[in-house]
């Protein structure tokens, strides 16, 4: 990714409040491409900034929201290319830092995260066929790529839980959970026909979290303005998806996991009034209805915290993807560092009973 500035100048009886563009030119990562393009990410992710983004403009504008979306300049689909709005250069900022966001902060976040589910409805409503790129992320059932990757943190996970004699209960039904935890996986991300299903971000935390503060921020609106970035991982699927790694993943642990049913249903009720105010046709989820498709998806709860959390809580970039791809020897011993940070097993302790007693190991 890189930063670009570009100054222009224009005729003078040309309008122009500021000849300054700031600029983002986003293209593949080389040494992720090869295991990358196995389920078309940068394909999916042009295709977003190209067709997918005007229309959902429209639609926010329908809503009377600020912008969701950063402004696409242009993409080149054969060079996996995209041009984007440098969102720092207008006042965004990245949500500073995992496990931070205090209540408001986090329903100021679902409510947009609710206006994105609910728009990608709508536009599938209108046009049938405008997601049929948007069908996988990388822990789906038809990519298998992360695997072994996911398989072998669920291997080191087990080996720090077995030397804590208090979690012996925990240990050995973690362990008859193992040979279905991927497929556990799998299903969670499945489309099914009987739930709701909506346009799903699927990679919802701190750092694809823009936000800007104005100077008016209050406790109801604690910050001006929200924008999502980076969409390679978006997909057709049920909204819960959306919910479990946000919460777990940006939420101060003061508020885990004693205030995420609250939380829910707070996004559940804004999905509810955008989908009215779009005129949506289908069957609109009850609150019943949404709480048992988040219920019965909270193995990706587990994965982002027991899993993603270990991988980025405290790495500063000493730690990369391409590391713990393989199962190798070399991999499996940064997996089970991974697990000795002190940050990381105070979670582990307090989460792994939770998800016990709302039967994920079942």
């Known amino acids: 990714m890189y930063r670009v500035k570009v100054d222009f100048s224009v005729p003078t009886e040309v309008e122009c409040e500021e000849p300054t563009v700031h600029l983002i030119v986003k293209a593949a990562i080389a040494e992720l491409e090869e295991a990358l393009t196995t389920f078309d990410v940068y394909k999916k992710e042009v295709e977003f900034y190209n067709k997918i983004v005007p229309k959902f403009n429209e639609k926010l504008k329908d809503l009377n929201e600020s912008q969701l979306l950063p402004e696409c300049f242009g993409v080149c689909a054969k060079r996996k290319i995209m041009v984007i709005e440098d969102l720092n250069a207008r006042g965004y900022?990245?949500?500073?830092?995992?496990?931070?966001?205090?209540?408001?902060?986090?329903?100021?976040?679902?409510?947009?995260?609710?206006?994105?589910n609910a728009i990608g409805a709508i536009l599938r409503q209108d046009q049938p066929d405008i997601f049929t790129t948007f069908t996988s992320s990388h822990l789906s059932r038809d990519v298998s790529v992360f695997t072994d990757m996911y398989s072998g943190m669920y291997d080191a996970l087990l080996d720090t839980v077995s030397s804590w004699s208090d979690f012996s209960k925990y240990h050995e039904k973690m362990i008859r959970f193992r040979e279905h935890f991927v497929e556990k996986v799998?299903?969670?991300?499945d489309v099914n026909p009987e739930h709701f299903n909506a346009l799903v971000h699927n990679d919802l935390w701190p750092p694809n979290i823009m936000v800007k503060d104005g100077g008016n921020s209050s406790e109801e609106e604690p910050f001006e303005s929200i924008t999502f970035i980076d969409f390679q991982n978006t997909l057709w699927g049920s909204p819960t998806v959306d919910l479990h790694l946000f919460l777990n993943m940006s939420v101060s642990e003061s508020y885990k996991p004693n205030r995420f049913d609250e939380l829910v249903e707070f996004h559940h009720s804004q999905l509810v009034n955008y989908l009215h105010?779009?005129?949506?046709?289908?069957?609109?989820?009850?609150?019943?209805?949404?709480?048992?498709?988040?219920?019965?998806?909270?193995?990706?709860?587990?994965?982002a915290t027991c899993m993603e959390q270990a991988i980025t809580i405290g790495n500063t970039g000493d730690v990369v993807y391409n590391d713990l791809i393989k199962n190798d020897e070399k991999s499996m011993k940064i997996k089970r560092q991974l697990y000795?940070?002190?940050?990381?097993?105070?979670?582990?302790?307090?989460?792994?009973?939770?998800y016990d007693q709302i039967g994920t190991f079942d």
């Not at 799998?186 to 991300?189: E, I, S, T």
């Open 340 to 354: 000795q940070k002190p940050t990381v097993q105070i979670i582990l302790r307090k989460m792994i009973p939770f």
């Open 277 to 303: 105010q779009l005129k949506y046709k289908g069957h609109i989820p009850t609150w019943s209805e949404f709480h048992s498709q988040y219920l019965q998806r909270n193995v990706l709860a587990f994965v």
């Open 186 to 189: 799998h299903q969670a991300l």
């Open 93 to 116: 900022n990245i949500l500073p830092g995992q496990n931070k966001c205090n209540i408001p902060e986090t329903k100021a976040i679902l409510k947009r995260t609710a206006a994105f």
